[in-house]
Nanobody, 129 residues
Framework: QVHLVESGGGVVQAGGSLRLSCAAS????????MGWFRQAPGKEREFVAA????????KYADSVKGRFIISRDNDKNTLYLQMDSLKPNDTAVYYC??????????????????????WGQGTQVTVSS
């Protein structure tokens, strides 16, 4: 089992920055890949970013590329999402997720929700204009 808890959400003005954290517990953090997804009101959950087991490889949705940076500190069992140049369209609940069953190595893609086995409860990010 893996328990994920997001934090760091809040209200910021357009152009501002915010750093989200996701604390993991229950399994060795360095043994699985991680991802960030978000869901805006009235919309489907969408992929934001993903990071490999050791953090060497990162992937981003086109909508956040160049503005967001995903990272992880395996010594702290924590996943991060640094969000810069925030836009009102970034407003959403942000969820972290864990590919604990190694689905990435069994044919699933990093941007697919089904790849991830555990999810946090989410943290609200609101970007005002």
């Amino acid at each position: 089992q893996v328990h994920l808890v997001e934090s760091g959400g809040g209200v910021v003005q357009a152009g501002g920055s915010l750093r989200l954290s996701c604390a993991a517990s229950g399994r060795v953090f360095s043994s699985y890949g991680m991802g960030w997804f978000r869901q805006a009101p009235g919309k489907e959950r969408e992929f934001v970013a993903a990071i490999s087991v050791r953090g060497a490889t990162t992937k981003y949705a086109d909508s956040v590329k160049g503005r967001f940076i995903i990272s992880r500190d395996n010594d702290k069992n924590t996943l991060y999402l640094q969000m810069d140049s925030l836009k009102p369209n970034d407003t959403a609940v942000y969820y972290c997720s864990a590919d604990v069953d190694l689905g990435y190595y069994s044919g699933s893609y990093y941007y697919q929700e089904e790849l991830y086995d555990y999810w946090g409860q989410g943290t609200q990010v609101t970007v005002s204009s």
